[in-house]
């Protein structure tokens, strides 16, 4: 389902209809709306059609539906930097960059989204036309769905988490406007600091724990639905990048035993709907074909667009026993590629797995304790050793705390490569970029640096006012 509306962009007013279906996410089962929002929210069917339609939103084609991911990536140190997305990947872009200004706009536009359904239902509640006990878990996805996308967005457009920072985040937009507030002071809304922002999406995620089931019964709508453990995933992260590792460790500690570590990293991506390590993933199928210019399969893959490649520092991360060296990596024509992404159009786009659960645990014990922490050392062997059996690390291994974080966070590359982590890691470990990335004369950036942050779009800002959409520093 395909939900309609105008990109407030901050400024611009609401559509309050839904329309056209194409098919649902879910289960491939088509079906059509061209109601009316109060039509809609008068009738319980519709709204549980229309709480499907989020998903779909979440499939945004320049944002999580593929292009978010390749971002962070294409930023890190393991890809060479792809020249189709112009000066995004090189740390040269423009307020008037369009792939910029595509992927702000598509991530408010789910945002959006949510507002809606929010206050739609908010409506049918009062109405009595769904219980208490439904719109809570109506809820519950929906702010799922905005805590996910704030994430990325905050962290695309705002430097790195510090606490008592007064840097800017991104504007925090908790209401789906009508049509009357279009030109009017309401939706003129700034930015909200650092801090705030991962209040919010704090806030988002803790509702979804607390008012979804844990599971769901089918193993598809278990990696591709909103569920109180990918709650919990989602806040080990959000702790983590927030430099409180006791909470990281103990959202850890509540996944133990929900998921496991598959026999090989591959299968995880090829098919993640019967994985048992996948937490959350965009769902994707052949009507959801996000086109060659956005599918992850199509960029990453060797025989599709294959415009990214990558770097030999990657595959000098792996000892010549470990199979990800030949099984997330290929060789075609003297360039690597990325093998992770095998169905062309129709990869699920990832989000989470219990792999970074695992590697996000190790980090945080030995940050909490700095030392050479015995059960940090465990996890990192768990992942690792799953595709690398000829390496098995004990303590005496690493000289101090810090040696051991160094290969936890290798781990991660290792591990968790073209999922959408790279720079991201970097930049919260306080790490910046070398010299050369990208051509000879490349300078390094080094940690911290405004070019972090992409800018915000100039467009918006000329129609919001300057005064209260503020440029990031530098643009």
């Not at 088509?30 to 319980?44: H, L, W």
């Not at 060296?325 to 992770?340: A, H, L, R, S």
């Not at 159009?345 to 797995?353: H, M, N, V």
């Not at 991201?424 to 640096?449: Q, T, V, W």
């Amino acid at each position: 389902m395909r939900l309609i509306h105008k990109y407030i962009g901050l400024v611009c007013a609401s559509i309050l209809f839904f329309t056209s279906c194409e098919s649902d996410v879910l289960d491939n089962n088509p079906y059509y709306m061209g109601d009316s929002a109060d039509q809609i929210f008068s009738d319980p069917v519709k709204i549980a059609a229309a709480s499907v339609g989020l998903y779909d939103a979440l499939q945004n084609s320049e944002f999580l539906g593929g292009r978010a991911q390749i971002y962070v990536d294409a930023r890190g140190i393991d890809l060479n930097p792809p020249t189709f997305f112009g000066n995004l990947s090189t740390f040269q872009p423009t307020s008037s960059d369009a792939t910029i200004e595509d992927a702000w706009q598509g991530a408010y536009r789910t945002i959006y989204e949510c507002n809606l359904f929010l206050k739609g239902i908010e409506g049918a509640k009062a109405a009595s036309v769904i219980t208490e006990s439904e719109y809570k878990t109506y809820s519950a996805e929906a702010k799922f769905i905005r805590g996910v996308v704030y994430f990325y967005t905050l962290n695309f457009w705002g430097q790195m988490y510090a606490k008592e920072s007064e840097n800017l985040g991104v504007p925090l937009v908790l209401q789906a406007f009508d049509g009357g507030s279009a030109f009017t002071e309401a939706i003129k809304i700034t930015r909200s600091t650092i801090d705030d922002c991962y209040k919010q999406i704090i806030s988002d995620f803790e509702y979804a724990e607390q008012n979804l089931s844990d599971t769901r019964d089918d193993v598809y709508e278990g990696r591709a639905t909103a569920t109180s453990s990918a709650a919990q995933a989602m806040l080990c992260r959000t702790y983590l990048y927030m430099k409180d590792n006791a909470k990281a460790i103990a959202y850890a500690n509540k996944l133990d035993g929900k998921y496991s570590l598959e026999s090989t990293t591959i299968t995880n991506l090829t098919n993640p709907a019967a994985s048992s390590e996948v937490i959350f993933f965009i769902a994707m199928n052949i009507s959801d074909n996000p086109n060659t210019n956005n599918a992850l399969g199509q960029h990453y893959g060797k025989d599709a667009r294959a415009d990214i490649t990558v770097n030999s520092d990657y595959l000098n991360l792996f000892s010549n026993t470990d199979k990800r060296k030949t099984d997330v990596v290929v060789q075609k024509g003297g360039n690597w590629y990325c093998n992770k992404y095998q169905n062309g159009t129709k990869d699920w786009a990832p989000i989470i797995r219990y792999a970074e659960i695992l590697l996000n645990k190790a980090e945080a014990l030995v940050k909490s304790s700095n030392t050479v922490d015995a059960g940090a050392v465990s996890l990192l062997n768990q992942v690792h050793g799953r595709s690398d059996s000829g390496v098995t690390y004990s303590t005496s291994d690493f000289a101090n705390a810090q040696a051991l974080l160094d290969e936890i966070l290798k781990e991660r590359r290792r591990e968790l490569a073209f999922e959408g982590h790279g720079s991201f890691d970097l930049f919260r470990n306080g790490k910046g970029i070398p010299a050369g990335r990208g051509s000879a004369s490349a300078p390094a950036l080094e940690y911290p640096n405004n070019y972090f942050s992409l800018p915000i779009p100039n467009s918006d800002i000329e129609k919001a006012g300057a005064n209260v959409l503020k440029q990031n520093k530098g643009y």
